[in-house]
């Protein structure tokens, strides 16, 4: 079954059970051999044996069983939910989440070892919603009130902000009338989307900049309703420890951060990351104190003498870009907008037909630029300015800043060394508490404490935030989101339609969107082949053709001497 979606998948058609019958009939006695399916000559049995094996194999990883034959009455469903045993649920949702990574894996095990080694372990994680059939949902999950209104009921509602989990207004006040102190704001279902979301790790480059030492394949992936976001992070860096692959940089946006260091930020740095993330407005400044004389600025530490602008350097300028960008960046646009008016402006004054009102070349683009600068132009000078002096706070902040020495250790322990360089270091060694020798130990808190960032844990990152090594470090992540555009593409995975995966429930979709990253990583490889071996420029032209591309027999030129790639 495996087999026969990866194949449906990679020549590019849906996977549904009448298109994946098509696909067998069609296939040689010889494919079917390579790819280990069988057929016995009955072609009237095919359709029900390939709906069999789905079903046999959604049966053992299946988290949500259950009957789909029809849209489930109140009834019904809670009979449904009713018979679900939880420890087997999480035992089949433990091996969908096994399955998936290693249908990943061993994609990657596609490529040579030398391959491989070149990675240094460095990995962006994101999140994508994938949706489910039945636009208008369903009541949620949690709320057995009401008749189910499609046939894949265990979905989620997902909105664009925050942890991007919701719930609709008459699901509000369901759980309002079960658990009053509980607050739950509903939303209008014409504004969400109905789905799952894919958690998705990805290879970045070893530096911001480096081009084409390896593929940048998807490494990891994990499944969940909307919002249920908790322990997904961790779980994707589990996946690559427990198959021995390297952990190095682990870049994040703001939904990862905002985790509970205990679930996320301390086992993930006992992996052996180097978190590097984003932060909410109201995580920058100043988050802790350490009694030694230290403060943690944006999830950084300095010595506790740092200058109070300083501390609030990153909350000074975040409040100018929210006022200024906007503006700064229309005028950015337009800028560009007319640098090739004028490009285009000077190609007309060459023609003959210049000034001709029905040419359309008698317009004066200076004239659209100079309204641009009126508009905009204090804002962009206001950026401007901003963005300089946070620059230069920046390096001023970075002369009191404690740099960490190695990574935590199992215990959760991390040393850094201290600045003796710093202004004012000689005054604030003489404190009363001030941390003496060259370095500091910081320890995990040993009482519970209340404090969501206690100990710095929650905010601490690799990078000073804001600087040129965050801002290019960070800058990495964006190869995860282009895997997540890449896989909705229609011309390549097209998980985004659910119409091509119409066997119901989440645990096919979580099936597709494995095999379809599998795809999608084995043309990257091939991509990356293809810009390795090629002979000429590429372009949609010849890209397909054999003759662009080194060639070790066949099409190449004949040699006494054995033929080496270029490069």
């Keep these: 079954m495996l087999s026969l979606i990866l194949l449906q998948i990679r020549i590019g058609r849906p996977t549904l059970i009448t298109e994946l019958t098509r696909t067998l009939l069609q296939l040689s006695p010889w494919q079917r051999t390579v790819l280990h399916l069988t057929h016995d000559g009955m072609d009237d049995r095919v359709y029900e044996r390939i709906w069999s094996a789905l079903q046999r194999l959604i049966a053992l990883v299946d988290e949500f069983p259950g009957r789909r034959d029809k849209v489930l009455t109140e009834g019904e469903y ?3 939910k009713a018979k679900r045993d939880p420890a087997d649920c999480a035992v089949r949702r433990t091996r969908m989440w096994q399955l998936a990574n290693d249908l990943v894996h061993g994609s990657w095990l596609l490529l040579p070892k030398e391959l491989r080694d070149r990675s240094d372990g ?3 994680i994101d999140a994508t919603f994938v949706p489910l059939q039945g636009k208008v949902g369903n009541p949620s999950s949690r709320n057995l009130e009401g008749n189910r209104r499609t046939a894949n009921p265990d979905g989620g509602f997902y909105r664009r902000e925050g942890s991007h989990g919701a719930v609709t207004h008459a699901d509000a006040r369901a759980f309002k009338k079960t658990d009053s102190t509980r607050k739950q704001k509903g939303r209008s279902v014409e504004k969400l989307l ?15 900049g480096d081009v084409d030492q390896f593929p940048l394949l998807s490494t990891a992936l994990g499944f969940h309703i909307p919002g249920a976001i908790i322990g997904e992070g961790l ?43 984003d932060y909410k407005d109201t995580d920058l400044g100043v988050k802790a104190h350490d009694p030694r004389g230290f403060i943690q600025v944006s999830g950084t530490w300095y010595l506790d003498n740092l200058p109070e602008v300083l ?11 929210k006022t200024h960008g906007e503006n700064a960046a229309k005028l950015a646009k337009a800028e560009a907008a007319h640098t090739k008016d004028e490009g285009k402006l000077r190609g007309a004054l060459r023609s003959p037909h210049f000034g001709d009102p029905e040419s359309g ?14 508009k905009y132009g204090n804002s962009s000078r206001v950026l401007h300015q901003a963005e300089t002096l946070y620059a230069k706070q920046l390096g001023r902040r970075e002369l009191y800043r404690l740099k960490a020495k190695g990574r935590m250790n199992s215990a959760g322990t991390r040393r850094y060394t201290i600045p003796t360089e710093a202004p004012g270091y000689a005054s604030w060694k003489l404190k009363p508490k001030a941390q003496q020798g060259q370095s500091v130990l910081m320890e995990l808190p040993t009482a519970q404490d209340d404090d969501p960032n206690a100990g710095g844990l929650k905010h601490e990152q690799y990078y000073p935030y804001g600087d040129e090594q965050w801002r290019t470090t960070y800058s990495m992540r964006n190869g995860v989101e282009s895997a997540n555009r890449n896989l909705k593409r229609s011309q390549y995975e097209d998980i985004a339609n659910p119409d091509k995966r119409a066997v119901r429930g989440n645990t096919f979709t979580y099936i597709v969107v494995a095999l379809a990253s599998v795809v999608e990583n084995m043309r990257q490889m ?7 071996l090629s002979t000429k420029p590429v372009t949609p032209k ?26």
């Design 78 to 80: 809670r009979r449904v």
């Design 122 to 124: 460095n990995h962006a």
């Design 194 to 208: 109905w789905g799952v979301e894919i958690e998705i790790a990805r290879l970045t480059p070893n530096q911001p």
């Design 235 to 277: 779980n994707l860096l589990t996946a690559l420890a427990e198959r021995d692959r390297r952990i190095n940089f682990v870049i994040m946006d703001r939904a990862y951060s905002g985790a509970k260091y205990a679930e996320f930020q301390v086992p993930a740095r006992k992996l052996g990351a180097k978190l590097v993330c």
């Design 311 to 321: 501390r609030n350097a990153d909350k000074t300028v975040q409040e100018v870009r």
């Design 361 to 374: 070349t008698d317009e004066n683009p200076t004239l659209a630029i100079e309204d641009a600068r009126k």
């Design 526 to 532: 091939l991509s990356f082949y293809k810009r390795k």
């Design 542 to 567: 010849n890209r397909e053709l054999p003759g662009t591309f080194w060639q070790s027999a066949g099409a190449a030129p004949i040699s006494t001497t054995e033929l080496q790639p270029p490069g």
